[in-house]
């Protein structure tokens, strides 16, 4: 029962990040396109593992830095929002899963497959 409320939980503070980035002036983080992908708590609630991840890689280093730089103003704002007795600490880490998928998936685009060299064949 203790690990669904967590999952609630994780869903919830994942919702309200991703609509609070909107709000951060910073402007490494307002200027980046930024995706929450996956929020862990630890079991008492006190640490708050958030994954983020980036559509322009190359400004993912300073986005993060704006991004633990504003970790103040989130967790105050995550504490009026959510109801709990504590407002975890947020620790940033880096998600690359979308660009790691986009990768595999340009990769697997540029093979070359036998289905075309079949219809050429059938063709002739």
Do not use: C
Not at 57 to 64: C, E, I, L, S
Not at 80 to 102: F, H, K, M, Q, V
Request: charged share 30%.
């Amino acid at each position: 029962m203790a690990s669904n409320r967590i999952n609630r939980i994780n869903e919830e503070i994942q919702k309200e990040l991703s609509t609070l980035l909107r709000n951060v002036k910073d402007p490494r983080v307002a200027g980046t396109m930024i995706s929450v992908t996956r929020v862990e708590t630890t079991p008492d609630l006190r640490w708050a593992k958030v994954y983020v991840s980036f559509l322009e890689a190359d400004r993912a280093k300073d986005a993060m830095k704006g991004l633990k730089s504003a970790g103040g103003y989130l967790r105050r704002e995550l504490g009026r929002t959510l109801n709990l007795r504590y407002t975890p600490e947020i620790a940033w880490a880096l998600d690359d899963s979308i660009t790691y998928g986009a990768h595999m998936l340009e990769l697997i685009n540029s093979l070359d497959t036998g289905a075309e060299k079949d219809e050429e064949a059938e063709e002739n």
